[in-house]
């Protein structure tokens, strides 16, 4: 066809319209001719005319309207927007689009909606949103996803999130299908999210898969809280002119038709129940596979909204459990009255249920006979839209919750699991810990992003803090500040430094001092994707640090999603002194014990002493103090008569002020243990910290230290494993784990460990000093003195090293030198203590038994703590018969 | 405000060069008349949120009053004008279309609570609106000016009496244009 012919169609049809039908065909017979193509043309034209009936009489604009606010303002990466730096489009929505940014100032990621332009700054709709979304921003919960900042550039209003790795629940639905147990905990952290919000009065009324991020560990984050006041018109009806008005926004309110409860499509007045109905509709979709009033159009939907009651949930998927049924159609009652009455309620029935069929599914599985795969998926009936038509098409296979014959021997196993069973289910409603194994958790040392580096021991202090607050918690296992601190210069590769540490997450921060404020970014990460679990950032006043602490360390125990008991709770937020002076001067004091020089031991003493002196009720500084004088006294020999004793009375103070501190009775253990030779004592007060806390891992590795010198040396071996799962990469750890093993006779396994020490730290004089008496122990002497002397380099202020040296010189014939060595201490000791204990070793390597005996006796009556090695240590073995040695022996109380 | 008065001396001028036989005026002009039309949408579905409902028409002539400096332009530049902004609306609407296709292709959007490939006013025959836009070209090489009239009536959501004004023709032959145009289209779509 082409125009001129076209339009000879055109004008005939034109014509034959202007008259009457019956006389049309008459007319084209004329008008046509013989040209019957022509005729058959205009009469297919005017066939369709008839055909066409409303056919393009309406119009598009209003919808080419909608589009052009949603489309096509896509921002490019790398454009600027206020101070972030867009890098890519994540997903569009009904208000706008969302953004993957980065923050240039404050260098996070970040997540940023701008908003439709259809939103205006003054508009009094968006004011209140913006008050809503703040309030629950604000709530600080793990599942509520956090705003940092609502603002406007130029005439755009945006919002700024915090970035959360995931997939819609939309998504997730789209292409899997959850099983039972997903979608319990799915609902219950959207419950959980909406508990916090009612408590603060906060609706939020658009509850909806679209509105849920599923991280890829399982993870739930709630959206947009407040926004569906935006979205949905406040006309919004059943009425047919309503709906057809409706039409504007159209895609933005299709997808929250389904979810709407009766009430909220009545234009009536709606409150947390609200959301009570929806989060019902959410999980029968989940269980489903369909929302329960979906119909072919709204209006239709709206029908079924108001008069429809729900099919059963068995419907569609025939595993599901009763009780989950029930629960969902009591949050799907149309009249807000019989619903539940507060999402708390839902909440809790939602739990139980969980845990019952937890408790279930382990029966099931100690049953020996039952088919242990988990074929626990609830499969939807029909994935395709006739789901009505094809109701035959249940599932069968699930094992979930079906019990299966067994015979009597199986009955007598069964019985056994199910006490088993029912232990651990009691155990685990008793505990504060989450289901299953323990979580794991590292605080990374905080970098100082101030100009003073003399404000390091701020960033070090609060880490401390942290670490110290969530230490309490029975339910997660936290790698104490010298694994964590190892990392302190290098926090590039999270991955690896998780692996090292055996952990699942870890906690990064850092902290910045501009004038009298703090900035504090915390991060808390997912090491097995490296994606960010959760993130904040707290600007407090300095003063206001110590209370800050203790919110960063409950904020991470919440995204940890750990079941905090009342008592956790306490002690997460506990503060040790309310005077941040004196916090100060305990933190500089950490910072120079952890240095373990004398010379800073002592000035990190004077620290604690100043924060005493400004908070004398600072019973944490009575610990740290106690701890200073332990290291002076042990780790370099330096005057021990006197400083045990100062250190076993500043740990008695702590306790005193604070009979709940794990610190002080590890540091009287400790005392006991060097200083009163009590043994049973002090296991008692080791027993009371790890009680109080059971990641001190002072407290285990020195309980170790006690059941290795007692001779128990299995007990001591599995006290120290324990420590060492706290702390893998405390090289002391690893120094007296071999020390212990060496005192237990395992030779070689003493060697290997401490191998692994000097690797994990070449410079720590320790392991060689170990390793130099296994050595000797095997007959390896010339090794035991390669080894003493690297100790005694590495460590100018113990003499020690010299006593193992000059054993192994004796045995190789090198007596004269190992005179020589002993003269020089002799010398030394004019001038500082010199445990007497070494002298004994000595003189009895170069065959004066009766000199050796003499000093013993000297570093008994002088309380050398060194005397406490006397029974298990190996190179006493040849003078255990003599007479005196078994009189001291007794004396000691071994 | 400095922008539109700016705006509005650079669309006058294009649509000046466009009568003068400019080959480019209306590339230049397009994103021009998208951008306005994108934020008399916003103030358009605003106020229709608000309950105040406001003929569709409004939307298109707003932003011709925001554009175009009247006593500079004669009226083949002003139809011209609602021929672009009626092309815009249409591009936009055919594109979400394609794209709503490639993901059904895909399997994306089985779920869709409604079918957004199609497209239907309440009480309408919905319409694919791929089909109507190739059909639509087929159109325009068989008389230009129906296809056009076709743009402003059903993407533009002008009437007749409207289009009858700014193409300066009576209102009668616009309605017969309208009709065999339709008819045409129709049948081309149901074939």
Known sequence: ???????????????????????????????????????????????????????????????????????????????????????????????????????????????????????????????????????????????????????????????????????????????????????????????????????????????????VIVRPDGYIKVLDFGLAKLLIPRSAGLEASTVKHNETAKGIILGTVNYMSPEQAKAERVDERTDIFSLGVVIYELVAGRTPFRGASMSETFANLINIEPQPLARYAASVPEELDRIVTKSLRKDKEDRYQSIKDLNADLKELRESLEFDRRLERSEPYVNKEETAILQPATTSTNQDTDEARIDTTSTLLRRRPFTVIALSVLLISLLAAGYFFLMQKSGASQIGARRSLAVLPFINLSQDPNAEYLSDGITESVINNLSQLSGLKVMSRNSAFRFKSDQSDVKRIALQLGVESLVTGDIKQLGDKLIINVRLINADDESQIWGNQYVRNSTDVLRTQGEIATAVAQNLRLKLTNTDAERLTKRYTDNAEAWEFYQRGRFLIFKLMPAEVQQGNAYFQKAIDID?????????????????????????????????????????????????????????????????????????????????????????????????????????????????????????????????????????????????????????????????????????????????????????????????????????????????????????????????QIYYSVGETDKALDWLEKAYAERDPKMTFLKVGPYWNPMRSEPRFIELMRKMNF | MAQSADSSQEISRILQEWSDGGDDATNKLMPLVYDELRRQAARFIRRERDGHSMQTTGLVHEAYLKLVDQRSVNWQNRAHFYGIAAQAMKRILVDHAKARHREKRGGVAENLPLDEARFAVSNEKSVDLVELDEALTRLANLDARQARLVELKFFAGMSIDEIAEILQISPATIKREWNSAKAWLHSEISK
């Open chain 1, 1 to 211: 066809m082409d125009s001129e012919r076209w339009q000879k169609i055109k004008d005939l049809f034109d014509a034959a319209l202007q008259i009457e039908p019956t006389e049309r065909a008459k007319f084209l017979d004329t008008s046509c001719a013989d040209d019957f193509e022509l005729r058959e043309e205009v009469q297919k034209l005017i066939d369709s005319f008839d055909d066409a009936e409303s056919f393009i009489e309406g119009n598009a604009a209003v919808e080419a309207a909608s589009l052009m606010l949603e489309l096509n303002q896509t921002l490019q990466k790398g454009h600027q927007f206020a101070h972030y730096e867009i890098q890519k489009q994540i997903g569009t929505g009904g208000m706008g689009q969302v953004y993957l940014a980065d923050d240039t100032k404050l260098d996070r990621q970040v997540a940023i909606k701008i908003l439709n332009p259809e939103f205006s700054q003054h508009d009094s709709n968006l004011q209140r949103f913006i008050r809503e979304a703040k309030a629950a921003s604000s709530l600080n919960h793990p599942n509520i996803l956090v705003i940092h900042e609502i603002g406007a550039a130029g005439d755009t209003n945006y919002i700024v999130s915090e970035y959360v790795e995931g997939k819609t629940l939309r998504d997730v639905i789209a292409h899997s299908q959850l099983k039972l147990f997903e979608i319990l905990d799915i609902s219950i952290q959207i419950s959980s999210a909406l508990v916090a919000a009612h408590r603060a009065n906060i609706v939020h009324r658009d509850i909806k898969p679209e509105n």
């Open chain 1, 616 to 840: 004398p009720s600072y019973a944490l500084a009575y610990a740290g103090l106690s701890a200073g004088y332990r290291s002076l006294a042990l780790g370099s020999e330096i005057n021990p008569a006197a400083n045990i004793p100062k250190s076993k009375a500043a740990a008695e103070k702590a306790i005193e002020l604070d009979s709940s501190l794990s610190d002080a009775y590890t540091a009287l253990a400790i005392s006991l243990f060097w200083g009163d030779w009590d043994w049973s004592g002090a296991e008692v007060q080791f027993k009371r910290a790890l009680e109080l806390n059971p990641n001190d891992v002072n407290a285990h590795m020195f309980y170790a230290h006690l059941l290795s010198n007692v001779g128990r040396h299995d007990e001591a071996l599995a006290e120290a494993r324990r420590a060492r799962e706290l702390d893998p990469l405390l090289p002391f750890l690893g120094a007296l784990e071999g020390q212990f093993l060496f005192h237990a006779g395992r030779l070689d396994e003493a060697l290997e460990r401490l191998q692994r020490t000097f690797e994990l730290a070449p410079n720590f004089w320790m392991p060689h000093l170990f390793a130099s008496a296994v050595y000797f122990e095997k007959g390896m002497f010339e090794e035991a003195i390669v080894e003493a002397e690297k100790a005694s380099q590495l460590s100018p202020t113990i003499t020690i090293p010299l006593a193992y040296k000059s054993s192994a010189l004796a045995k190789v014939g090198r007596t004269e030198e190992a005179r020589a060595d002993l003269n020089k201490l002799l010398a030394m000791s004019q001038d500082r203590t010199i445990p007497p204990s070494t002298f004994a």
